[in-house]
């Protein structure tokens, strides 16, 4: 798209654009991709709510974007190549970065050079002409060779008397000379010579203070305060790398504030120490030679040497025990021992691990303690440490950093170090600042990522093993586990137990069985099996899948095919996850995995059976497009399944896609189109012998004839579509050309054929189930509009309506449906009731069921509905009249299409030419061509289908009669009399309303 949009107005062929983007790919496999990203294209524009044709126009030869696109590269150019100062500070207000960064295609990295080149030359031009500090910096940052633009900035900073800022550039300046051989000119040197002994020394890398932890300092300090005298144990605890350590280092500060001895004992000392760290304590305390000590006292050891060091601590003391889980034995025993006597009066403060917390919670479960979590830093918190750290503000840097790490400080200062140490972030004097945009995936550093590592194989390779196939696939349950690793479950369960104690997994309240406590600690996990392995723990976890009946199982399993590289079996397995998708009414969902399957199958060399795939893929895609209202997707998408079933000599296939794209076609009122596809697709279901996909394809042709006005083909292709369906004992497709039939005689005023109709099909209806029903109630509710018997068509569309909502929240999508959906039922009720109450002048109401229909946005904008709720709204704006509502009629009249209008029973006589006729005359514009236009637009469309043309025509006298054209008022009167007169005479005893001699009025009751 972004190639189209830049070459805007240009025919691209489509060998130049294969040459472009697939120049490697065979010819049929590079066209196959063109189509999909066309398929993308018109999907996104779609999505967007954009009508497509509106953007693009696509040949069988060329391809080209035809609106008028504003392209700020294009733009940028433009103010470049003037030349001119103004032109200068514009052009590097309208940059925002490089050109579409990221994408690495031929086109995109020679463009993207391009303009860089053009950027870094106005940026050059604006520093020379007016000295600009800040696009001295921009220039410095992307090209730093240029002497005379690090003058400008020492100069700038000589002027603001910051000395060692204007040194730091002179020293930058010499190095980046240096990495590429050169060095300032002399000229320069002397210049700035003088103010070489200022260079700043700084850190080379940024440095976070100590930030937040309010609360958990607070807590700690009453311990130190009034409470110290009484003693405590406190257990802090929070998973590595999350602070406890500078938590217990500051918290020392405190202590020492509240005239308390401080002592330090930290347990994770290098090297083995039977007595861990207590050894160097008791000799700290004084209390004599450790081991002439432990010789004399070998009964009870721990309790012994917990005494003497405890008999020493003759001040209030506040002891910090940091890493206290990886105490053991002895060591364990003696600070167990320990804190139960110095707790009596000393405040103990014991940091620990997810691993060890258990451990110390039995070991004091008979005494008092307390526990003190730690956990993430808030975001203002670490949001001030960076600014601190960085010189200044930077959100640009913080929201990427804390989005990756979720407030974890370890994991923080890691990706901060990994950005200095990629050049990403760079010192500019005092002040750290970007030098390009942040990758949103920044990568760990090896420390943080070893260390990681190391916490993942604590307990060993089996649970390192769990850890890196649960990264692989997060839902997977112990069973899985054992069955893509080869371990028997027990073992699995084991190393489940080793993560959770270890912190790195934990157990949500809902969804997966296991989740990691961070997404870093996934992201090593996940790399932890070389390339062979992981592909075999993919393979073996896609096999676990394939019998799954769990709900999205199939899409789990196509991703582990994927990634395993089998792309033909991931493709049907997208496919399938697309099909689950409809089927619960997730059109969106189905439509990306049919994009994916789509994506996975371009790799696959061409055969029949990847043809089949594609047009399985394509039919699925075709429908979600349907039904988000994407029609115009939708038909293109159908049309590719057409053409890759028969490229896979599957003709009941095509013949399926070929019906699809006859009801999407009829959708948005291509008639002509729909009738032809329709035939085509009677003829395929004769050549295969398959009735029922007859009988399928004779219910699009007579609607599409119908609609044409073709009465000859549309009564008797509903009635052969019915036999056949009673034949192959299909009652929906029966139900179905029911209502066809019904529609078709309603369409020509057979009415008593059409109550016959309506009685036979009721009952056939309801044995076909609740929306068979339902959409049967909608057809004869228009009959009885059409038969003014409104009481009953009420009853009728509120019955529907009622069925449509109890079945709604568990319906499923069929993918065959010969019956529609509910949303689409839902629409024709609501918007039927619109109408019933239009034809009662309840202007309020009909408005309220307009909206109701309009709600359902997907179903409401296909074209046909979109049509329909406009013309409804302004005859019902129009008619209640009340401020505003002319000049809401007014602007939802110009949002009309100029295309050839729609007509048939779901619209009745309405028409684009009556309404804008009706709105004109309204609002006192010149009338007199709009009212001719309707005149005409309406009797074509009696002429064809003559429906309620009479209500039609008595809205047209009335806005004739409005703006004064007496001659089209009579017109349109007398032929509101006539056909009014004619369908109360087709209508015989079964007429409901008013008799001809009754009325007086030739226009809609009340109106």
């Not at 600009?132 to 900073?157: C, G, H, K, M, Q």
């Not at 370890?410 to 030098?435: E, Q």
């Not at 047009?615 to 057409?642: P, T």
């Not at 099909?761 to 009885?784: D, Y």
Request: include cysteine.
């Amino acid at each position: 798209m972004s190639f189209l949009i830049m070459n805007s107005g240009t025919d691209a062929a489509r060998e130049r654009l294969i040459d472009i983007f697939w120049p490697d790919a065979d010819p049929e496999h590079a066209r196959d991709s063109l189509n999909t990203a066309l398929h993308s294209v018109r999907r996104c524009l779609r999505t967007s709510a954009f009508e497509v044709d509106r953007f693009l126009l696509v040949t069988k030869s060329v391809i080209r974007w035809i609106a008028e696109t504003d392209v700020d590269a294009n733009e940028f150019r433009q103010l470049v190549a003037r030349e001119e100062p103004a032109a200068d500070i514009a052009a590097l207000r309208l940059y925002r970065g490089d050109f579409l960064e990221g994408d690495y295609d031929n086109w995109s990295v020679q463009e993207r050079e391009r303009i860089a080149s053009l950027y870094e030359t106005v940026l050059a031009r604006v520093v020379r002409s007016s000295g600009d500090v800040e696009s001295a910096r921009r220039f410095i940052a992307r090209n730093p060779y240029e002497e005379d633009v690090y003058a400008t900035l020492i100069e700038a900073e000589l002027a603001a008397g910051s000395r060692a800022s204007a040194a730091s550039w002179l020293v930058r300046c010499r190095r980046a000379l240096a990495e590429i051989g050169e060095k300032p000119s002399a000229a320069f040197e002397s210049r700035f010579k003088a103010i070489e002994n200022f260079e700043p020394s700084a850190s080379d890398e940024p440095d976070l203070p100590f930030a937040g932890r309010e609360s958990e300092l607070a807590i700690l300090a009453v311990k130190f305060g009034a409470q110290a005298a009484q003693g405590s144990i406190t257990i802090v605890h929070g998973e590595a790398g999350i602070g406890k350590s500078a938590l217990l280092e500051r918290s020392t500060h405190i202590a020492a504030e509240h005239s308390l001895r401080v002592l330090q004992v930290r347990c994770a000392t290098p090297g083995p120490n039977t007595f861990g760290p207590w050894r160097d304590l008791f000799a700290a305390v004084g209390a004599g030679d450790f081991d002439a000590f432990v010789r004399a006292n070998s009964t009870d050891i721990a309790a012994a040497v917990a005494q003497a060091i405890a008999a020493r601590l003759t001040a209030p003391t506040a002891l910090f025990v940091d890493d206290a889980h990886e105490l053991t034995g002895d060591a364990l025993d003696i600070f167990v021992a320990f804190a139960r006597i110095a707790a009596l009066s000393h405040a103990v403060i014991a940091a620990v691990r997810p691993e060890g917390l258990g451990a110390l919670r039995s070991l004091f479960a008979d005494m008092p303690f307390d526990e003190l979590p730690v956990g993430h830093l808030e975001r203002a918190d670490l949001r001030w440490a960076l600014a601190q750290s960085l010189g200044d503000d930077r959100n640009d840097v913080f929201d990427v950093l804390y989005s990756r790490t979720g407030g974890h400080p370890l994991f923080f200062n890691g990706l901060l170090s990994t950005l200095v140490s990629s050049g990403v972030l760079a010192r500019d004097g005092r002040i750290w600042r970007l030098t390009k945009a942040i990758e949103p995936d920044v990568m760990l550093p090896d420390t943080v990522r070893r260390f990681i590592g190391a916490r993942l194989h604590a307990r060993g390779d089996i649970p390192h093993a769990v850890a890196c196939v649960l990264a692989l696939e997060p839902l997977a349950k112990a069973g899985d586990l054992s069955a893509a690793l080869g371990f028997d479950e027990p073992s699995v369960l084991d190393a489940l137990d080793d993560l959770l104690a270890l912190g790195l997994i934990v157990q949500p309240s809902s969804g997966a069985q296991f989740a990691f406590a961070h997404g870093l600690i996934a992201d090593v996990a996940a790399a932890g099996l070389n390339a062979g392995r992981r592909a075999a723990v993919h393979r073996a976890l896609a096999q676990r899948l394939k019998t799954s009946d769990e709900l999205g199982a199939s899409l789990r399993r196509a991703s582990h095919l994927d990634a395993a590289g089998e792309r033909l079996e991931a493709a049907r397995s997208y496919l399938r996850s697309a099909e689950e998708a409809l089927e619960l009414n997730a059109a969106q969902d189905a439509g990306d995995r049919c994009d994916a399957g789509l994506r996975v199958i371009q790799q696959v060399e061409r055969s029949i059976e990847l043809h089949a795939v594609l047009a399985k893929l394509y039919k699925v895609a075709a429908r979600a497009a349907f039904a988000r209202g994407d029609v115009e997707d939708a038909i293109a998408s159908a049309r590719n399944a057409v053409m890759f079933a028969e490229a896979a000599g599957d003709l009941r296939e095509s013949t399926l896609a070929t019906i699809d794209v006859a009801v999407m076609e009829g959708a948005a009122s291509l008639f002509v189109e729909q009738k032809s596809e329709a035939d085509h697709a009677v003829r395929n279901a004769i050549r295969c012998g398959d009735i029922a996909l007859e009988a399928l394809a004779l219910v699009q042709q007579a609607g599409a004839a119908r609609e044409l006005g073709l009465r000859e083909v549309a009564l008797p292709a509903g009635l052969a579509a019915h036999d056949l369906a009673i034949q192959c004992d299909r009652l929906d497709i029966a139900q179905s050309a029911t209502a066809e039939i019904l529609r078709a005689q309603m369409t020509w005023w057979q009415f008593g054929e059409a109550l016959r109709t309506a009685n036979v099909g009721r009952e056939e209806a309801r044995r076909a189930g609740p929306l068979a029903e339902a959409a049967f109630l909608h057809t004869k509710c228009s009959l009885s509009c059409l038969l003014d018997r409104f009481d009953e068509a009420r009853s009728q569309v509120a019955a529907a309506i009622g069925i449509t909502t109890e079945v709604g929240a568990l319906s499923r999508l069929a993918l065959v449906a010969p019956i529609d959906p509910v949303p689409i039922l839902q629409f024709r009720c609501h918007f039927t009731a619109a109408r019933i109450a239009a034809a009662s002048g309840k202007w309020d109401e009909a408005l309220d069921a307009v909206e109701r229909a309009a709600s359902l946005k997907n179903v409401a904008r296909l074209p046909r509905h979109r049509e329909r709720i406009a013309l409804l709204r302004i005859q019902a704006l129009l008619h209640r009249d009340g401020v505003g509502d002319n000049d809401a009629a007014r602007a939802v009249s110009r949002s009309l299409d100029e295309s050839p209008p729609a007509q048939g029973s779901g619209s009745w006589s309405d028409s684009r030419e009556l309404a804008r006729a009706c709105v004109a005359a309204r609002i006192g514009e010149r009338a007199d061509i709009p009212l001719r236009r309707a005149l005409d637009a309406l009797e074509e469309n009696a002429h064809h289908a003559p429906l309620d043309a009479d209500r039609a025509f008595a809205f047209l006298e009335e806005a004739a009669s409005q703006c004064g054209n007496a001659r089209i008022a009579a017109a349109a009167g007398a032929r509101s009399r006539y056909f009014r007169s004619q369908r109360i005479a087709a209508a015989g005893a079964a007429w409901g309303g008013p008799a001809a001699s009754e009325i007086v009025h030739a226009g809609m009751p009340n109106s």
